[in-house]
């Protein structure tokens, strides 16, 4: 399919870790710009409140985001994030793409 063409082509390096295994593919992730922002909670640390950045996801079908458990994370560039929400998109009865809103992890030491 021409998606998975263009994610290979343009997409950047991610690993999907479970407790299981770490699996690397290439996504798109994009930030959400505050007109899409509908999950503007955030967390509070030890300094303060951190806004935590919300991202679009788009991958192939393989990893599949949304048998995901918990505990799983993405991993880009040094950066994690958690899985909030994640959908198959078909094409026909065929799994095109995934989407995911996903957020950075906020580490508390």
């Known amino acids: 399919m021409k998606i998975n063409k263009l994610i290979d082509t343009y997409g950047r390096a991610v690993e999907f870790n479970t407790a299981e295994a770490t699996r690397s593919c290439k996504a798109f992730i994009q930030p959400l710009r505050y007109k ?11 300094i303060g409140f951190n806004s935590q950045g919300h991202y679009l996801y788009i991958g192939p079908p393989d990893p599949d985001l949304t048998l ?3 505990s799983a994370f993405i991993s880009s560039d040094g950066v994690k994030y958690q899985i909030d929400r994640a959908e198959r998109v078909y094409s026909g009865d ?12 906020v580490e508390v030491e």
Do not use: C, H, S
């Open 36 to 46: 899409n922002k509908m999950y503007l909670d955030g967390v509070y640390t030890q």
């Open 68 to 70: 995901a458990e918990e």
């Open 94 to 105: 065929k799994v095109f793409y995934i989407w995911a809103i996903i957020r950075t992890i």
